[in-house]
């Protein structure tokens, strides 16, 4: 029974940068695709990037192209999102969820989505 934990949100100013991290537990994320999401209260969730297995590969939202990063460690089990030049946005609950292109996709392994964590990017 695989897990997600997100972590590393927070209260930052525009322009300012944060990383955040999704580790896994109880399997190996290695075998999926990995992506996060973000949810505005009373708006639907949706995919702001998407990381292949074993990495090659990356897709991002228009909103967040050139301003943030997603990587992957295996040896950490864990995907993170390097998030720079932050604009004013929050605040929103991100996600970490398997990905196929830039849309969840759920196994029968891992399809609960976790609590996410807290980005309000703010004056």
């Known amino acids: 029974q695989l897990q997600l934990a997100e972590s590393g949100g927070g209260l930052v100013q525009p322009g300012g940068s944060l990383r955040l991290s999704c580790k896994g537990s109880?399997?190996?994320?290695?075998?999926?695709?990995i992506g996060w999401f973000r949810q505005t209260p009373g708006k639907e969730r949706e995919a702001v990037s998407c990381?292949?297995?074993?990495?090659?590969?990356?897709l991002y939202a228009d909103f967040v192209k050139g301003r943030f990063a997603i990587s992957r460690d295996d040896a950490e089990n864990t995907v993170y999102l390097q998030m720079n030049t932050l604009k004013p946005e929050g605040p929103d609950v991100y996600y970490c969820?398997?990905?196929?292109?830039?849309?969840?996709?759920?196994?029968?392994?891992?399809?609960?989505w976790g609590s996410g964590t807290l980005l309000n990017v703010s004056s």
């Open positions: 969820f398997p990905c196929e292109r830039l849309a969840p996709r759920p196994y029968p392994g891992l399809r609960d």
């Open positions: 109880g399997g190996s994320l290695e075998y999926y695709a």
């Open positions: 990381i292949s297995s074993p990495g090659g590969l990356r």
